[in-house]
């Protein structure tokens, strides 16, 4: 039995990044850049008004204070997306509208509200300095800027960036695609009636949307019973996506056969067992370059065994640099007892507050309780030579569905 952080290394040294694609921009928000984005052009790419207003010489309007105003000729009207056909002289004023090229001779913007324009002639209420309002070329972003780095997960702001630059498609990793197995002879598919001793396929529908929520294509293989002949075929065909995750069989039990299917499709078990809990049979292979997550067959087992390994490792082949979950510091409401000999994940609610967060667990920690999953925002980890970790004192957390670090969290 290994230890959490040998377990984490190996998963990480054994995956590789997946290539590349080019997409329309529409379809970019949430994937990962293949290369870094250098700016082809200045934004803004050219002197504008930054609002509505009169572009002036500041000289000219100096005088005005609120007690005195400034009168000025109006030359024209710039709308956006106009060019100026007059250059703004001594004692002239040019009316503008935001973005709209500022005219020659004109050195800043009166806001309209500081003005009032009556037969070809605006009063100037207030002054402004030099440059006031007015947005300079590169202002933004400049020729040559690297504005987006190799790996980033593109946010709305980064699409709008992109278009401001001409991008009409962007060049970023492609989706590796996950297969998913859920084995057992008690599984049911949803729809079907529950018979005595039948449970629900759920494992397929949390992973898979834990898949996706990591960046990934999920492709739910169904459901796989117990015998060889079945998981075999199986197997087969999951191995032609980038990575496989299947759940349960990998435990001692008579019917516990991933681990030998595995072995005899080729596999090269690179561990099993790592002393956590929940989590601890958990089985990674490698069969060529593929990637093989053999997750426990609880839950919560299966849940936490992904966001410890196979979400770091999906965002290693999307090539992310932030692949790890966020971890804050957070004082406990309450004695957490821990498995000793174990790194023990706990589930836990997180409360924001003025000294930091409060940690209190969901309730029972069993493995089969997926609802205390649901109700938690964070895993509180303790260390496998901690029995208690008493209230009050300040514990490491997990915080579930924040992704903000390069360093393994344990």
């Known amino acids: 039995m290994i230890s959490v952080r040998a377990a984490l290394d190996i998963v990480l040294a054994e995956v590789q990044l997946v290539g590349s694609e080019r997409v329309a921009l529409m379809q970019a ?64 004023a040019t009316k503008i509208m935001t973005g709209a090229l500022m005219p020659e001779g004109a050195d800043s913007v009166v806001r309209v ?42 946010e709305p702001a980064d699409i709008g960036l992109l278009a401001s630059l001409g991008n009409a498609t962007v060049l970023v990793r492609r989706r590796p695609e996950v297969a998913i197995l859920a084995t057992g002879d008690e599984l049911v598919e949803l729809g079907e009636p529950l018979a005595p ?41 999951a191995f032609r996506s980038d990575m496989v995750l299947s759940t349960g069989g990998v435990s001692m039990g008579v019917f516990d056969l991933v681990r030998d299917t595995l072995r005899e499709l080729g596999c090269n078990e690179r561990f099993w067992k790592v002393a956590q809990k929940p989590g601890k049979p958990l089985s990674f292979n490698v069969r060529g370059s593929t990637p093989v997550f053999g997750l426990p067959g609880n839950p919560v087992s299966a849940l936490v065994c992904f966001y410890l390994y196979v979400r770091p490792a999906l965002r290693t082949m999307l090539g992310v640099p932030q692949r790890h979950l966020a971890v804050v510091q957070a004082r406990l409401e309450e004695d957490v007892k821990t498995a000793e000999g174990l790194t023990d994940f706990v589930r836990c609610v997180l409360e924001p507050g003025l000294d930091g967060y409060r940690a209190r667990v969901t309730g029972t920690q069993s493995s089969g309780a997926l609802r205390s999953m649901s109700l938690g925002q964070g895993l509180i980890v303790s260390t496998p030579e901690a029995r208690v970790l008493s209230r009050g004192s300040v514990a490491r957390v997990i915080k579930l569905g924040e992704e903000s670090s390069v360093e393994a969290p344990f």
């Open 113 to 154: 509200e500081d003005t009032s324009e009556s037969n070809g002639t605006v009063t100037i209420q207030r002054g402004v300095a030099d440059g006031a309002n007015v947005r300079h070329p590169g202002e933004d972003m400049r020729t040559g800027d690297e504005v987006l780095l190799n790996g980033r997960i593109l």
């Open 197 to 237: 001793g039948k449970i629900a396929n759920s494992n397929a529908y949390t992973l898979a949307a834990a898949v996706e929520e990591a960046g990934a294509l999920p492709r739910v293989l169904g459901i796989v019973r117990d015998t060889q002949q079945t998981m075999h075929a199986a197997f087969e065909d």
């Open 29 to 92: 928000r949430g994937r990962s850049l293949a290369q870094s984005v250098h700016a082809t052009r200045d934004v803004p790419p050219f002197r504008n008004s930054a609002m509505d207003g009169y572009a002036v010489r500041s000289a000219d309007v100096a005088a005005a204070d609120g007690t005195k105003s400034v009168e000025l000729r109006v030359l024209e009207t710039i709308a956006a997306g106009d060019v100026p056909s007059r250059r703004v002289e001594a004692g002239c």
